[in-house]
C-alpha cells in the first residue's frame, strides 16, 4: 500500500481539514495523484482525511510487492489510528477497520487550537473494534489515558 499525505497552511499554521471547501480537497486529491505518479494501482485507492492532512491510500501492484524484502511481503501487523472521514474508496473494500470512530475523543494537539486534534478511538463502535483486533496500535483512547498516568497500557 503506498501513503500520500496533504496538508494545507495560512498564517495560524496547519488549517484543519473540517475547514477546507471542496475546491481545496479537489486540488488535494490532484496533489496526492501526482504525487505517486507511477506507483500502486490507481484503480484502487483510498481517499481519507485525517483531521490535519488529506491522505490517499493506493494497492501496491504485485512487482512493487515482490521487490521488498521478504519480511515487509506479509499482510501488515499494525496501523496507526482510523480516519477523521473516508471520503471514497475505490477497488478497495471499505472494512470496519478503515471507517472512523463513531465517538472520537479529541487529542488536542497545541492548547491553543483547539481545531487541530488526533481522533482517539472510543474502543466500542464497531470501526473501533475492528482495529483494536490489529496488533501494535497505540493510538486509542486506553493508550492515551495511560500515557497521561505514565503507565503502559
Given at each position: ?13 496547519f ?10 480537497f479537489e ?12 506507483v500502486?494501482t ?7 482525511r ?22 515487509w ?38 492548547d ?17 473494534v ?7 496500535r ?16
Amino acid at each position: 500500500m503506498w501513503l500520500a499525505s496533504y496538508s494545507r497552511q495560512n498564517n495560524r499554521g496547519f488549517i484543519a481539514t473540517g475547514k477546507w471547501k471542496e475546491d481545496a480537497f479537489e486540488r488535494g486529491y490532484a496533489m496526492l495523484s501526482k504525487a505517486l505518479t507511477g506507483v500502486g494501482t490507481n484503480t484502487k485507492e483510498r481517499l481519507f482525511r485525517m483531521n490535519i492532512t488529506l491522505c490517499l491510500h493506493r494497492a501496491a501492484r504485485e512487482e512493487e510487492v515482490a521487490e521488498l524484502p521478504e519480511g515487509w511481503q506479509k499482510a501488515p501487523t499494525g496501523m496507526a489510528g482510523g480516519p477523521v472521514a473516508l471520503i471514497w474508496s475505490h477497488g478497495i473494500p471499505v472494512v470496519d477497520s478503515c471507517k472512523p470512530c463513531e465517538d472520537p475523543k479529541h487529542q488536542v494537539l497545541y492548547d491553543k487550537r483547539p481545531d487541530l486534534w488526533l481522533p482517539l478511538d472510543c474502543g466500542k463502535c464497531p470501526p473501533c473494534v475492528a482495529r483494536a483486533k490489529i496488533a501494535n496500535r497505540p493510538n486509542d483512547l486506553a493508550s492515551f489515558e495511560a500515557s497521561k498516568k505514565g503507565v503502559d497500557a
